[in-house]
């Protein structure tokens, strides 16, 4: 299993700022995955980091929003621009498991962000 | 209709019962089929994985996978108070798709 380790993990933003959340994994890894949770719902997947690449992002997600860069093959970071209140979630950094059994996701310990 | 649903909750079990949780999923060219447990305050982690149909067992939990059902499920026999979480369902067909969960409680 991976090691990931999320930062920060938790903070009171105030609304019309940006946060970065940096995520680190233990192993080099392809494919990085950013989720939010929202209180009491299931995990939405926002974008797919590749390194070298512009992330993909899922539907009703967008760059301007939340830029992610993926530097190198253990780091991405997910920045939340311009928050709302509806971004107060926990958003989770995510990486696969390598080997025949795709799709295995392990997962950080998330950052909860709440915004005022 | 949602790309992946569970069985709605919460669910409570006394200790030492089976729990069963139901997902059925909507993409037949899905793949890959996982049971994640998420405790409260804590992100999920991976417990059950299974990829073929028929019955996949790893201690207490047993997969089932029904691929012309659409249908993926797991029990937890002899269940236990530290089994009580979300249980989240998660589908791939290229990528993960979560359902909203079952709540799991296990009363002593």
């Known amino acids: 299993s991976a090691v990931i380790s999320q930062k920060p993990s938790r903070d009171i933003c105030q609304r019309g700022t940006s946060l970065t959340i940096q995520c680190q994994v233990d192993?080099?890894?392809?494919?990085m995955f950013w989720y939010r949770q929202q209180p009491g719902q299931s995990l939405t997947l926002i974008a797919t980091?590749?390194?070298?690449?512009?992330?993909?992002?899922e539907s009703g997600f967008v760059i301007d929003k939340f830029p992610i860069s993926r530097p190198n093959l253990t780091f991405s970071t997910l920045t939340v621009s311009n928050m709302s209140p509806e971004d107060s979630s926990i958003y989770l950094c995510?990486?696969?498991?390598?080997?025949?059994?795709?799709?295995?996701?392990?997962f950080g310990e998330g950052s909860r962000l709440t915004v005022l | 209709q949602k790309e992946v649903e569970q069985n709605s909750g919460p669910l409570s079990v006394p200790e030492g019962a089976i729990a069963s949780l139901n997902c059925t999923y909507s993409?037949?060219?899905?793949?890959?089929f996982f049971w994640y447990r998420q405790y409260s305050g804590k992100s999920p982690e991976l417990i059950m994985s299974?990829?073929?149909?028929g019955d996949k067992e790893d201690g207490r939990f047993t997969a089932q996978l029904n691929k012309a059902s659409q249908y993926v499920s797991l029990l937890i026999r002899d269940s236990q108070p530290s089994d009580s979480a979300t249980y989240l369902c998660?589908?791939?067909?290229?990528?993960?798709?979560f359902g909203d969960g079952t709540t799991l409680t296990v009363k002593p």
């Open positions: 299974i990829y073929s149909n």
């Open positions: 993409d037949r060219g899905s793949q890959s």
């Open positions: 995510s990486v696969q498991r390598s080997g025949p059994n795709t799709g295995e996701l392990f």
């Open positions: 998660a589908v791939t067909a290229g990528k993960s798709t």
């Open positions: 980091a590749n390194q070298g690449s512009e992330a993909t992002y």
């Open positions: 192993s080099q890894v392809t494919m």
